[in-house]
């Protein structure tokens, strides 16, 4: 245990000024220790009561370089590499693949092309998913939607999406995303932790491991599921997404649940009020700095600053999810649909607080866009689901200034074919997980907005120029975060472990700012 | 000059060992992540223990075992490689001479495009100055490699004289000690005094049995002042239930056990019947050597009950799927992966699955040894894909205990059987050399007699498949422009299966008339890919047809299951097929390809067998004839060489033409079908004759023996063998003919024995020979190499003469010779105990594993273990007694600051107990835990929407359905794992996914535990439960509950402060209570137990929360 400059008792090992804790608090407590000392015993039970009091007084104090307030492991690297642009992300990611030719990336041509076969040459030998290898054709069924142009870039989009239209100034759209995965668990994997085998730490866990918290009373990654449609396909998550795989489990993300207590176990029991609890955790506090003294184990220091915080959650987070201060205007942007726990445009305002108190990465699930059949009666009301409140985070975000530094990201797991899956008829098709291109969009804190980078051929179905591989695009949004991919690493199994895996990879310039 | 550097003068040695000692001080340290100095005595660095670990971390990932990331030409790992001249490349290592060793001018280069190391991107990343120190002075040294530690087999070391060390020379008390204290006076540290008996006696209960002692055992033992009151202690405690439950818990995340299949719909399964063998074997103290071996491989040794083969669910307990969209040999190479990171984790200790794309960049693993060592794993009898059932087969039946006696007397009897045939079979070569010596033709080939086609599809590659019939002509078929897939399954020899879009048309071939008789069949694997449900293949096999002639001609179809036969003219009119429109789904266009069928009478033959084929994903020979007579009676459909019962469905050909131009087409009805799915071929054949019974009988297997038989023994291939053998014992060996009739019997006796019964996944061995493929980079269509099953090149080779299979890896990995398991196992169990390994990276005893801390104490155990005959318990209870384990746990400023991690055990052991343990003891104290071992998973208490908010609608573990009753108070390691979310209040308290082997948990601190133990409804029913109890039998006096209180949590009185700090806040509770009883009710009405309405509510309450206030101390949750 290192030596603090500040430790006034050498002798005695490691003391509170080694706890994982803001610098400026070390001080108070330093303060607090000589008058503890003037005070004589009595004064220890007070000392202790009022660090509680201190910690909790720096709620929100937003510092990039404060300590890890989540646990005793392994100590965050409190990077970055560089100065960043963006200080937290919210990933707004789409279960299941939506299908970018019905909403992003525009294929005039291919309306004249209904239901003939897509060329050999376009689909070429690629190895198809089980459900549609055994098909005897492959009819292109061309968008369903007209799609027209919008803002100053004149950028295209489909009839289903009105209020991302508003927005698309602001976004930096990507049409040349790709994958190596072509079912869902092994690309979902892929693109939140950069492998397709479980085991490997997510997105928001390297964040958290190597950017530390920026707040004192909420967790640093916390994920969020949004409501399922029973209508949809909703193909299945897992905590493997947000796991923390290798990395110390403290950087798991924490899930703010729209059902039950926000965060599991966060309310006192029946019959236990605050003051209940504040008094039984002092006498727990008071217990366990005896177990301390006696026995000298560092880890009984460290279980009494996680009980403080503990205690500090079961106040901010009830706070983080009351909405009754949010005013009019805020209904009138994200509409009532988010005053409903657990939707996606709560989830997205829910997202918006967490950004104002500190939370490092957000994650929102949003699951059902595994389209394989109905597409003209899925997509609606899939799009209907999230456009708008897509739209009233961003919008949200720059209202507030905190556009400029964070980085809002919008992507599913792969795209999907043009051809049909199952029958088409002019009203109607299914569409196959496609990994070849798939149209992802950024805004905010590092990527360059109002453009749209890479394209595809007229299908849909090949990127021809300027491809994203997912480990680019996560080595891109790192970089947004102030950090290298090649050098957020943790060395295990003897290998020193990244994000981006052993393929090279590169941060794709043409998307920063 | 030269002289003095190889022989230095003693003046000059002994100037540089200080400063190289006072170096090492630091590096081995920082190496070890321990402060501790080891001042070097000895004359040579260990290259193991001081240079080993810093070239791995630096050099290796560029200059070691993985020849495709190797920079320069240069090796480093291996001394050959290291000293080998490098043409035009200066030495990297001249030993002996530091300044003229181009590594040392590397690692102290001053020009940052020569230093050394450099990442990956070109950027130098400068050693430590002490690790050049050490590096330096190795080379001076002589750069004496050793193999790596681990890779040697473990030799019983002496133990350490202790001589002389008056200090503690009472306390090493058992040989564990003698070591212990030896590295700790190498520290200049003392190891600590005993602990007090009731601090010994509550971690020697919570470590053995999982469950804390009660007062009264407490008592009795402090009470006992006997000399052997502790080892009698440990005695009963080896002896109770709940030993095995505790073992069995850490074995569970040791082979990655869980009620859910992980993947996609995250489906229930059943495999606890395996949770509970592992209890009973170790309760029992099964050797481990037949542990380990029933697990690798039960379903291969005789068993004469179910336990071995019960175990053999080991290899099917990982992760598995049952997508729709699922790629089966994508699946089947995943799977084999998986198991074979399983194993090399809980079994060799080694990250083998870092040699899954490359060779391992640090550990001799390559490539090659990946993908034998999977080979064991990837001959086991099942589909890939587990069709989302709980019953992915192979599984097993357990007996109803009437009728258990019975069953493994059968069981018995079968074994022995099946041991008769192995006899007989390990000596093949013998037996079938003297039946081809005997004279007595072996096998005759089927007369080749207007054979017409032949394809064999034994390319296995390319695109071009050759006709071998005699004088065949055409000669080849070139396929189009989408290529096979090749050789994913072994039948003969590597098959071809036909992708997408895939075409084999075999033009104007098979162009018969109805007067002409012929025959046609070959091997087919039907349609092995996931749905559900799963409907069989569809499809034409081989067939020439016309669509735009009413589909005039013949084929050779299946259609669920059912193999048809047809011959016709003009083709009956069938109801288009539909499938029920799904909700949801846009309506199915009717196909475009649509032949006008509004005439009738049609004419035409079709034959079909009356039953379906049993299953499909399996490998079957199907074949008719037919006579020409123009007649359904005319036409003979064989599945694998036996005549089957057919039924006629048409018979209105009559001397009709069946001829047409449309061309032959393998795998789909017309040329612009596509072909059946997933299915796989081999030999394809066509007759322009009708074959006899006798022949068509001898073609599955008699016709390739005659083929091979014809050509001397000496140019047979290992598959070759294999098929000749397999013929001679179904078909010559008449004793094993007979045995084998035998052991049918006793099977169909055995299904009834055990109808009904609870199923179990297990392992079943495929016939074949245990293949497996070499993949470039690890993409399963990339192979490189068919390799054989075997084990890792660096380690002992297995004994000659047995087969390479699983239960011969079983044997080996309990073989004396292997350094491996012995060490990893006991090793393991000392991380159970102490609470990390003597090598701390359990999981790694690869070269970038950490070194042990105490060599020579892990080499003595290893080889106690094996030489106890691999008795478990002996391990555990010589751990337990040692001094080592009985210190006090409390630790001084100096232990701390030089072993933070306390690896030298200079105190005892003290951590966060296991999320297990910690609900267990909850329950125990209050008097809640049910103690019933084993049975089916069970559902406690779980906060709301935590399977719904991720699962898939219709999995069947989508709705967290809580039980009742005794289900809530089981022990936490009979609760229902789900893989894709696990039992929240665990997964916080560190329990592992279990996707993966875990070996150690993390043991993390966050205020999510905090809220468990303060919130979870568990945990307040456990603490209203012990308040009930401390005031129905603490006495009256709060004194006394809390004293009883302490009793019960800690084992020990409570010290007076903590006992004053509690009864103060049980003053307030009781105050707070009192003024608000709706909170007491409340309160007390946490959980579904009824609290006793004797007791005033609000007294209760109070106790509740002080309870609740103990159970949350950090003594409490630590051992």
Redesign the interface.
């Known amino acids: 245990?290192k030596q603090h400059p500040l430790c006034t008792d050498p002798?005695?090992?490691?003391t509170i000024l080694d706890l994982p804790i803001l610098e400026e608090m070390k001080q108070e407590w330093a303060t607090l220790q000589t008058r503890r000392n003037f005070l004589g015993k009595t004064g220890k039970v007070l000392g202790w009561a009022a660090l509680a009091s201190l910690l909790g007084d720096h709620a929100l104090t937003g510092d990039a370089h404060a300590a890890s307030t989540?646990?005793?492991?392994a100590e965050p690297l409190k990077l970055p590499h560089f100065a960043p642009k963006a200080k937290r992300a919210i990933y707004l990611f789409m279960s299941g693949g939506p299908p970018q030719m019905d909403m992003l990336d525009y294929k005039p041509n291919l309306a004249k092309l209904y239901d003939q076969d897509i060329p050999?040459s376009v689909r070429g030998?690629q190895?198809?998913?089980?459900?549609t290898?055994?098909?005897?054709?492959f009819p292109i069924a061309p968008s369903h939607w007209a799609f027209k142009r919008y803002g100053k870039t004149g950028t295209w989009v489909s009839d289903l999406l009105p209020y991302t239209a508003r927005m698309v100034d602001d976004l930096t759209i990507i049409k040349s995303t790709n994958t190596e995965a072509?079912?869902?668990?092994p690309a979902i994997m892929l693109m939140n932790t950069g492998n397709m085998?479980?085991?490997k730490p997510c997105l928001g866990s390297w964040l958290s491991y190597g950017l530390g918290s920026m707040n004192n009373n909420l967790p640093t990654f916390m994920v969020l599921?949004s409501k399922?449609n029973?209508?949809e396909n909703?193909?299945?998550?897992?905590?493997?997404l947000w796991?923390s795989g290798f990395l110390?489990?403290?950087y798991a993300g924490?899930?703010l649940?729209?059902?039950?207590?926000p965060?599991?176990?966060?309310?006192?029991?029946?019959?236990?009020?605050r003051?209940?609890?504040r008094?039984?955790l002092d006498?727990?506090n008071?217990?366990?700095r005896?177990?301390?003294e006696?026995?000298?184990?560092?880890?009984?220091n460290?279980?009494?600053s996680?009980?403080e915080?503990?205690?500090r959650?079961?106040t901010s987070v009830p706070e983080l999810a009351n909405l009754s201060r949010e005013p009019q205007s805020t209904w009138d942007l994200y509409g009532l649909e988010a005053k409903e726990p657990g939707t996606f445009a709560y989830n997205c305002l829910m997202a918006r607080r967490m950004a104002e108190r500190g939370v490092r990465f957000t994650q929102v699930y949003k699951r059902g866009w595994d389209v394989?059949?109905?597409?003209t009666?899925?997509l609606p009301m899939l799009c209907q689901e999230t456009d708008r409140g897509c739209y009233a985070l961003v919008t949200d975000l720059k209202q507030r200034g905190l556009l400029d530094d964070t980085l809002v990201i919008w992507a599913g797991e792969f795209g999907r074919t043009v051809y049909?899956q199952?029958?088409?008829?002019p009203?109607?098709?299914?569409r196959?997980?496609h990994p070849r291109c798939f149209t992802t969009w950024m805004t905010g804190g590092g990527v360059k907005p109002g453009i749209t980078f890479g394209e595809t051929d007229d299908y849909s179905y090949n990127v021809v120029k300027d491809p994203v591989p997912v480990r680019d695009f996560n080595a891109t949004i790192l970089h947004c975060l102030g950090i290298d991919h090649?050098k957020l690493t943790y060395?295990f199994?003897?290998?020193d472990q990244k994000l981006t895996g052993?393929t090279?990879a590169s941060v794709i310039s043409g998307l920063l700012a | 000059m030269r002289l003095l550097q190889t022989k230095p003068a003693p003046f000059l040695l002994a100037g540089l060992l200080l400063v190289v000692g006072a170096l090492l001080a630091i590096a081995v340290g920082t190496n070890r992540h321990m402060k501790v100095g080891a001042v070097k005595s000895s004359k040579h660095l260990d290259f193991n223990q001081d240079v080993q670990p810093i070239l791995?971390?630096n050099c290796f990932?560029c200059h070691g075992p993985d020849p495709e990331a190797r920079k320069a030409g240069l090796r480093l790992d291996l001394e050959e490689s290291a000293f080998r001249k490098r043409p035009g490349k200066p030495d990297a290592i001249v030993p002996g001479h530091p300044e003229l060793s181009e590594l040392v001018k590397r690692i102290e280069s001053k020009n940052p495009h020569h230093l050394m190391p450099q990442?990956?991107?070109g950027e130098a990343k400068p050693m430590k100055p002490e690790e050049i120190a050490v590096l330096k002075e190795w080379v001076a040294e002589g750069a004496h490699y050793k193999p790596h530690w681990a890779f040697d087999k473990p030799i019983r070391a002496a133990l350490p004289d202790l001589q002389g060390d008056v200090q503690d020379k009472d306390w090493a008390e058992t040989p564990i000690d003698r070591f212990v204290l030896a590295r700790l006076r190498k520290e200049g540290l003392h190891p600590s005094p005993e602990a007090n008996k009731p601090t010994l006696i509550r971690r020697v209960t919570l470590d053995l049995t999982g469950l804390l002692p009660t007062p009264d055992e407490v008592n009795a033992f402090v009470r006992d002042s006997s000399p052997q009151a502790y080892e009698h202690l440990v005695d009963r405690l080896l002896i109770r239930p709940s030993f095995g439950e505790q073992r069995a818990r850490y074995w569970l995340d040791y082979v990655r056990y869980a009620d859910t299949y992980g993947?996609?719909?995250?489906n229930n399964r059943w495999i606890w019947p395996y949770r509970d063998y592992l209890i009973r074997a170790f309760n029992s103290n099964k050797p481990f050597d037949q542990f380990a071996m029933e697990q690798i491989a039960g379903d291969l040794l005789p068993a004469t009950n179910l336990d071995p083969i019960i175990a053999s669910g080991y290899v099917r307990s990982g992760?598995s799927?049952g997508?729709?969209?699922?790629?089966?040999e994508e699946l089947r190479v995943?799977i084999a992966r998986e198991r074979t990171e399983a194993y090399g984790a809980a079994f060799m200790g080694l990250?083998v699955g870092?040699a899954v794309?490359h060779d391992h960049?640090?550990?001799p693993t390559t490539q090659k040894d990946f993908y034998q060592l999977s080979a064991f794993f990837n001959n086991i009898n099942e589909q890939p894909f587990n069709v989302s059932k709980p019953d992915w087969a192979p599984v097993v039946r357990i007996p109803k205990p009437q009728n258990l006696e019975a069953y493994n007397r059968v069981l018995a009897k079968r074994s022995e059987l099946v041991r008769q045939l192995d006899t007989s079979q390990l000596q093949n070569t013998s037996l079938v050399q003297h039946w081809l010596a005997s004279g007595q033709s072996p096998a005759q080939p089927v007369s080749a007699d207007k054979l017409q086609l032949r394809l064999r599809l034994d390319e296995g590659g390319g695109d071009v498949l050759k006709n071998s019939a005699p004088r065949a002509s055409p000669a080849s078929f070139p396929i189009g422009?989408?290529?096979p897939q090749w050789g994913e399954t072994t039948w003969l020899w590597p098959d071809l299966r036909m992708?997408?879009?895939t075409h084999v048309t075999l033009g104007q071939i098979g162009d018969y008339e109805w007067s002409q008789p012929f025959s046609s069949g070959g091997w087919f694997m039907l349609r092995s890919?996931?749905?559900s449900p799963a409907p069989k293949v569809s499809g034409a096999l081989i067939s020439k047809m016309d669509s735009t002639q009413h589909d005039r001609g013949w084929d050779l179809a299946v259609k669920k299951g059912i193999v048809s036969v047809e011959l016709i003219d003009e083709a009956p009119k069938e109801e288009p097929v539909k499938d029920p429109p799904?909700k949801?789904?846009?309506?199915?266009?009717a196909?475009?390809v649509v032949t006008p069928r509004d005439r009738t009478p049609m004419r035409a033959i079709k034959v079909s067998t009356a039953a379906p084929l049993p299953t499909d994903g399996h490998w079957d020979h199907l074949f008719f004839t037919y006579d020409g007579s123009g007649r359904a009676a005319g036409i003979k459909i064989y599945v694998n060489g036996a005549p089957v019962v057919t039924k006629v469905f048409s018979d209105t050909l009559g001397r009709e033409t069946i001829r047409t131009q449309a061309p032959m087409q393998l795998g789909s009805r017309y040329p612009d079908?596509?072909p059946a799915?997933?299915t796989r071929y081999q030999d394809l054949r066509v007759y322009a004759r009708a074959m006899t019974t006798e022949e068509v009988k001898r073609l599955p297997y008699e016709d390739y023996v005659a083929e091979i038989t014809s050509k001397p023994t000496g140019k047979w291939d290992r598959d070759q063998w294999h098929i000749v053998s397999e013929f001679y014992f179904d078909n010559v060996d008449a004793s094993s003919k007979a045995i084998r009739a035998q052991i049918e019997q006793m099977d169909a006796e055995l299904g009834k024995l055990s109808k009904d019964g609870n199923l179990s996944l297990v392992s079943q061995e495929k016939p074949s020979i245990a293949y497996a493929d070499v993949l470039t980079r690890g993409v399963y269509?990339a192979r490189k190499e068919r390799v054989e099953a075997d084990t890792p090149h660096f380690l002992p080779p297995l004994p000659t003469g047995k087969p390479h299979n699983r239960l011969t890896l079983a044997e080996w990995t309990v073989s004396p010779e292997n350094p491996l398991t012995a060490r990893i196992t006991v090793n393991r169990m000392w991380n159970e105990v102490f609470g990390a390994g003597l090598v701390e990276t359990t999981e790694?005893f690869?070269?970038?594993g950490q070194r042990p801390s105490h060599r020579e104490l892990l080499d003595w155990l290893a080889v106690e273990f094996r030489e106890s005959g691999w008795n478990m318990k002996h391990m555990y209870k010589l751990m337990v007694m040692s001094a080592a384990y009985r210190q006090s746990?409390?630790?001084?400023?100096e232990q701390?600051?030089k072993d933070?991690k306390n690896l030298l055990l200079a105190h005892g052991p003290?951590?966060?107990m296991d999320a297990e343990m910690l609900r267990d003891i909850a329950l125990e104290s209050g008097g809640l835990l049910v103690n019933k071992v084993g049975g089916p998973s069970v559902r406690p208490y779980q906060?709301?929407?935590?399977w719904e908010?991720?699962?898939?609608?219709t999995?069947d573990t989508t709705r967290y359905k809580q039980e009742h009753g005794e289900a809530l108070y089981r022990r936490s390691m009979y609760t229902y794992w789900k893989?894709?979310?696990?039992q929240?209040?665990m997964?916080?308290f560190?329990a592992p996914?279990r996707?993966?082997v875990c070996t150690r948990r993390?043991r993390?601190?966050?205020?999510?535990?905090?809220?468990?133990t303060?919130?979870?409804?568990q945990w307040?029913e456990a603490s209203r439960a012990l308040a009930q109890r401390l005031i129905k039998e603490g006495g009256r006096q709060p004194e006394q509950r809390i004293k009883l209180l302490s009793d019960i949590l800690l084992s020990h009185d409570p010290?007076p402060?903590?006992a004053a700090?509690?009864k103060?806040?049980f003053k307030?509770?009781q105050q707070?209570y009192a003024a608000d009883p709706?909170?007491?009710?409340?309160?007390?009405?946490?959980g579904e137990k009824r609290s006793d309405s004797a007791i005033p509510a609000s007294e209760l309450?109070a106790w509740t929360?002080v309870v609740?206030?103990m159970m949350?101390?950090?003594?409490t949750?630590?051992k």
């Open positions: 245990m002798d005695h090992g490691p989540m646990g005793s492991g050999d030998v190895q198809l998913t089980g459900m290898a055994g098909q005897a054709r072509i079912n869902h668990e085998n479980s085991g599921q399922t029973p209508k909703n193909q299945p998550v897992s905590s493997r796991s110390s489990s403290e924490v899930g649940r729209s059902a039950g207590d965060v599991l176990y966060l309310s006192d029991p029946n019959g236990i009020d003051d209940v609890r008094k039984m006498a727990v008071e217990i366990n005896q177990t301390y006696e026995l000298g184990d560092p880890e009984t460290s279980r009494i996680q009980y915080m503990a205690y959650m079961q394989h059949g109905n597409v009666g899925l049909s199952g029958g088409l008829t009203d109607n098709y299914g196959d997980h090649n060395k199994q003897g290998l052993t090279p | 791995a971390s990932s990442s990956p991107q993947l996609h719909l995250d992760v799927t997508e729709g969209g699922t790629i089966p995943n990250t870092c794309c960049k640090y550990d422009k989408f290529k992708d997408t879009s890919a996931p749905t799904k949801g789904a846009p309506k199915v266009k196909p475009k079908a596509q799915r997933e269509t790694d690869g070269v970038m746990s409390k630790s001084t400023p701390l600051n933070p003290r951590f966060r906060p709301e929407n935590v908010s991720v699962g898939y609608p999995s893989r894709m979310a696990i929240p209040d997964d916080a560190d996914m996707d993966t993390q993390t601190d966050t205020p999510l535990q905090a809220l468990v303060m919130n979870d409804v307040i010290p402060q903590m700090t509690l103060t806040s307030q509770m707070h709706k909170a007491a009710h409340d309160l007390i009405a946490v309450a929360m609740s206030e949350n101390l950090d003594e949750l630590t």
